[in-house]
């Protein structure tokens, strides 16, 4: 499996709604044709007006190969193009173990129960999914969930990112991305204030689903050589 993350700032804030929506079904086509696609999510950051944050989880190496050679993915580039772009970083991880984020008991777990080895250095994406059952409540919640996010990002050592985001294809759905520098800085997450904050948030609301899972990557680097050539393949090993 691998991942990408990226965040791209737009040049103008106030071009994100239009950006957002002329990518909805430049994402759906994405989700819905394209083989080895697990999730595919360009999604408008509720903490930070200017950004726009990407989440990618892909089989393997052949199907994500096949996306940066498929119309969808020259479609999505040239509308962000076109939109105008101040920066944007994109990075790809390598997982090397996946399981839920909670065990049987509903306990978050930083460490990696079903794998054979835990490789504590490792970085680890945490990614999921929050369905609520009423839609109407999406906005609120998030609106409401800045606070506690910019403190997690700001004050907790160890987050490269730490995002819930409205799915832009999917009224009902918010997104989660998290990236931490290892199993430390994750189990730490799992005992600070932000977090319990954010759990009580979500369970503030009338009803939901979620699904949760943790990544361990033992590789990461840019999505682009030195060419500015989309590469699949881990060419920095």
Not at 101 to 129: C, H, L, M, W
Request: net charge negative.
């Amino acid at each position: 499996m691998i991942i990408i993350t990226a965040t791209f700032v737009l040049a103008d804030p106030t071009t994100r709604p239009e950006a957002i929506t002329k990518a909805i079904p430049l994402q759906q086509a994405t989700r819905d044709d394209e083989p080895g696609c697990e999730s595919y999510v360009f999604s408008p950051d509720p903490a930070t007006e200017e950004k726009v944050v990407v989440f990618e989880l892909w089989d393997d190496r052949d199907s994500l190969h096949a996306h940066f050679d498929h119309q969808n993915y020259f479609n999505m580039g040239s509308m962000f193009g076109q939109v105008g772009l101040a920066s944007a970083e994109s990075r790809k991880w390598r997982v090397t173990a996946c399981e839920p984020v909670y065990d049987e008991t509903k306990n978050a777990r930083a460490d990696f129960a079903t794998s054979p080895s835990q490789a504590p250095d490792d970085p680890i994406v945490v990614a999921g999914y929050i369905d609520l059952h009423d839609p109407s409540e999406r906005d609120d919640l998030l609106s409401e969930s800045i606070p506690f996010q910019l403190a997690t990002r700001n004050d907790e050592p160890g987050c490269q990112m730490y995002v819930f985001s409205p799915d832009p294809c999917r009224s009902e759905r918010v997104e989660v991305v998290e990236i931490w520098d290892d199993m430390a800085s994750l189990e730490a997450h799992f005992s600070h204030e932000n977090y319990f904050n954010m759990g009580g948030l979500i369970r503030s609301t009338s009803g939901r689903e979620s699904n949760h899972r943790k990544f361990r990557c033992d590789v990461n680097e840019p999505v682009y050589d030195n060419d500015r050539r989309a590469r699949a393949d881990f060419f920095t090993i």
